[in-house]
């Protein structure tokens, strides 16, 4: 029998346990750990609430979540409630599938200020996630800049422009519903280091932006590169390019009656933070030029107002007592998922927060098969036997993926009319729904 524990129950860690499950069917024992008492990490709380099809790849890793050979152990935090040490003394191999749950430092002078966010924080908010429910941003000033031309830049500004009724059929929490409902912003501005080139949005994001009932993008003419220059991108970048050439082509009349301006601005790299009264106010600007397709300062800079404001130049994974760090780069080190004998960590955890939902997919099995050369038939350990006493010992109040459906359950009685849920965003209330 090998035991396996899978910390982190994003995508990265059910597809982790999906791959484990094919290569050892009943000859394993897979425990998966959350220190929420709800699963699937990113999915619940990272993707964007009115994106439910990508959402729906949840009801996949329900079915590695039913039976015998996987199970959901939540309300553990691995480096707190249980040592890293502890975990691996007990199972075969221990494999972070931790994700990258902290934002990336925005390193410029005032990005402490008052109603300065970073993506997770934002996102966190508006999906409910407990760590981030107080959030309360203010959204009653009329200028918002978001920092990043990557999809989550993208959720952002789609999420900020939604009238109510755009909302339908999302799962969106209600405390966000409720400050956007009066929402004064007139002006959303993108900020990208680099130019339209070099984008890291997708073309069906991209393309939500056409179709917002409030909402128009606005791209420069004078800032789009000659269309033939377009010729060397891969397909899909041209795809994103030839959008932003259709936003810049919008005639006055398609923006007669939309009250807000989803306005692109490249090569503009922030540089301060300005605040009034402790209050903020705006950002200074510097132009960059490309040069060896970095971003590099011109020395002309300019102004722009901020009310409200969200970096979302992306992310870094938590650290873990007794796990190796790699702080510039934000990841475990590890070699092809090895970080350690017995330890191993997959998906954005060890790669860094890049592809999509699928990407974690061959990571999983990738990730197995570096396991299951290294353990053999496992080696006689205790595994969630092992576990289960530990948990007694210390009086963990472990959440099981039964627990969770009677938590989902309740989520979705609380739904209002046409949403699919309406989340829990406090632990104590997760964890009083799951009932006796
Ligand atoms: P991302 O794609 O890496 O984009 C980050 C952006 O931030 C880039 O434009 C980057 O510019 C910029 N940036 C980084 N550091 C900066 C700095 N110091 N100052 C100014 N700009 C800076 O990251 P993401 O948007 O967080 O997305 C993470 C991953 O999740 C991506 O793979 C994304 O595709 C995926 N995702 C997918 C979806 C979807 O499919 N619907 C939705 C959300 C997220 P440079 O390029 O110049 O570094």
Same mark, same amino acid.
């Given at each position: ?6 910390v982190?129950?994003g995508?990265?860690?059910y ?5 484990a499950v094919?290569?050892?069917g009943e000859d ?15 999915i ?5 609430p009115d ?15 039913i039976?015998d ?5 939540g ?5 707190r409630?249980?040592?890293i ?11 972070l ?6 934002d990336?430092d925005l390193p ?10 970073g993506?997770?924080a934002f996102?966190g908010?508006y999906n409910?996630?407990?760590e981030?429910a107080a959030?309360?941003p203010d959204l009653?000033?009329r200028?918002?800049v978001?920092i990043?031309?990557?999809n989550?830049?993208l959720?952002?500004?789609?999420? $900020?422009?939604?009238?109510? %009724?755009?909302?339908?059929g =999302?799962?969106?929490?209600?405390h +966000? /519903?409720e400050?956007?409902? !009066?929402?004064?912003?007139e002006?959303?501005t993108i900020?990208?280091?680099?130019g339209?080139?070099q ?8 393309g ?5 009932e409030r909402a ?9 590169p000659?269309?033939e220059s ?11 390019v030839? $959008?932003?050439?259709?936003? %810049?082509?919008?005639?006055? =009349?398609d923006?007669?009656?939309k +009250? /807000?301006?989803?306005n692109? !601005?490249?090569f ?5 933070i ?8 705006g ?6 030029e490309?040069k060896d397709?970095r971003?590099?300062g011109?020395?002309e ?7 409200l404001?969200?970096?979302c ?9 007794g796990v ?17 004998? +017995?330890l ?7 790669r ?7 990407t974690?997919r061959?990571?999983g099995?990738?990730?197995?098969e ?13 595994g969630r ?5 530990l948990?007694?010992k210390r ?7 039964r ?8 989520e979705?009685?609380?739904?209002r009319?046409g949403a699919?849920r309406e989340k ?9 729904a799951?009932g006796a």
């Amino acid at each position: 029998m090998r035991h396996i524990a899978i910390v982190g129950s994003g995508p990265a860690g059910y597809y982790t346990a999906e791959a484990a499950v094919k290569q050892w069917g009943e000859d394993a024992r897979v425990d998966i750990f959350d220190k929420l008492p709800v699963p699937f990490g990113l999915i619940r709380t990272g993707v964007a609430p009115d994106h439910q099809s990508i959402k729906a790849v949840a009801r996949r890793y329900e079915k590695t979540a039913i039976g015998d050979t996987v199970r959901f152990a939540g309300n553990v935090e691995i480096g707190r409630d249980i040592a890293i040490e502890e975990l691996t003394e007990l199972y075969d191999a221990v494999i972070l599938a931790t994700g990258a749950p902290r934002d990336r430092d925005l390193p410029i002078p005032g990005a402490d200020s008052a109603n300065v966010f970073g993506s997770a924080a934002f996102v966190g908010w508006y999906n409910g996630h407990p760590e981030y429910a107080a959030l309360a941003p203010d959204l009653s000033g009329r200028h918002a800049v978001i920092i990043g031309m990557g999809n989550v830049a993208l959720d952002v500004a789609r999420i $900020l422009s939604k009238t109510e %009724a755009e909302f339908e059929g =999302s799962d969106i929490v209600a405390h +966000a /519903l409720e400050l956007m409902r !009066d929402s004064n912003i007139e002006t959303i501005t993108i900020l990208g280091r680099r130019g339209p080139h070099q984008i890291m949005m997708t073309p069906k994001e991209l393309g939500e932006l056409l179709r917002l009932e409030r909402a128009v993008p606005r791209v420069e003419n004078a800032d789009l590169p000659p269309p033939e220059s377009d010729d060397m991108l891969d397909p899909g970048q041209r795809k994103s390019v030839t $959008l932003l050439r259709e936003f %810049a082509a919008l005639s006055p =009349s398609d923006r007669a009656d939309k +009250a /807000l301006s989803i306005n692109f !601005d490249f090569f503009a790299s922030p540089t301060l933070i300005e605040q009034e009264g402790g209050q903020l106010s705006g950002l200074v600007v510097e132009r960059t030029e490309l040069k060896d397709g970095r971003a590099v300062g011109s020395g002309e800079t300019y102004r722009i107002p901020a009310d409200l404001l969200i970096s979302c130049i992306g992310y870094r994974t938590s650290p873990i007592v007794g796990v190796p760090f790699d702080e510039r780069a934000g990841r475990f080190p590890n070699e092809e998922g090895r970080i350690a004998p +017995a330890l191993y960590c997959v998906g954005w955890a060890k790669r860094g927060p890049s592809g999509t939902i699928g990407t974690n997919r061959p990571d999983g099995y990738a990730v197995i098969e570096k396991v299951a050369e290294d353990i053999g038939e496992g080696a006689g350990k205790r595994g969630r036997e092992g576990f289960d006493e530990l948990a007694q010992k210390r009086a963990l109040d472990v959440v099981t993926f039964r627990d969770w459906q009677r938590i989902e359950e309740a989520e979705i009685a609380a739904a209002r009319s046409g949403a699919p849920r309406e989340k829990f965003v406090d632990i104590e209330s997760m964890i009083a729904a799951r009932g006796a």
